[in-house]
């Protein structure tokens, strides 16, 4: 199933379907402001484990990231954060970062494993900000690769749903998506650690 959504003003009836949809278990995939992801509820077990697998990854070794509506959702998920770095996160979000952070005990135990961090993305991207923001809990985020070597991301709506349709419960065409991924932002030792250079260039 796929369903077209305008990032200007996503329609509340729709973002409602998908909500109910998140909540009963079901798999998405969704626009960001980067490259379409994958994702699920984070507090739906099943669906998580699912998604891991399509990823052929190991939940507690995977690097799934959590997509926030905004940054109350920041101190939910992860531990105090000094006033230095917070100041960082509110001036680039929404927008196109991944923060590495600790992970308070809200972050489910399979996501943590030995690494205790969780990587937060709030996306300049209304749509699936307001589906976050309706569920009232983050979502898993993992991009969606292509099989095609001179192009790393899946970028055409009508081609991933064609690619996933039998493997996901719902795709969400947002418009053509973008080519290049997130910036990473390691935060854990409380200071800037780019660990992979994408899309933006983090104000200070």
Do not use: W
Request: include cysteine.
């Amino acid at each position: 199933m796929i369903v077209k959504l305008y990032n200007e003003n996503p329609n509340p009836k729709e973002i409602r379907k998908i909500v109910d949809l998140l909540q009963e278990g079901g798999i998405i995939i969704y626009p960001t402001d980067t490259v379409y992801g994958m994702g699920c509820d984070i507090t739906q077990t099943k669906a998580v484990e699912k998604v891991a697998r399509l990823k052929g990854v190991n939940i507690e070794r995977s690097n799934f990231s959590f997509i926030c509506s905004d940054l109350g959702h920041l101190s939910l998920y992860t531990r105090p954060i000094s006033s230095q770095v917070f100041k960082v996160i509110r001036k680039n979000v929404p927008g196109p970062f991944t923060f590495i952070l600790e992970a308070s005990n809200n972050v489910p135990k399979y996501f943590k494993g030995k690494k205790k961090t969780v990587g937060i993305r709030i996306p300049d991207n209304n749509i699936i900000r307001e589906i976050v923001k309706e569920l009232g809990n983050p979502i898993v985020s993992t991009s969606i690769h292509d099989e095609d070597e001179m192009l790393e991301y899946s970028i055409d709506p009508e081609m991933i749903h064609e690619k996933y349709a039998d493997i996901v419960d719902l795709v969400i065409d947002g418009g053509t998506g973008a080519i290049v991924p997130s910036t990473i932002i390691d935060f854990i030792s409380g200071e800037p650690v780019m660990i992979r250079k994408g899309k933006g260039d983090l104000i200070l």
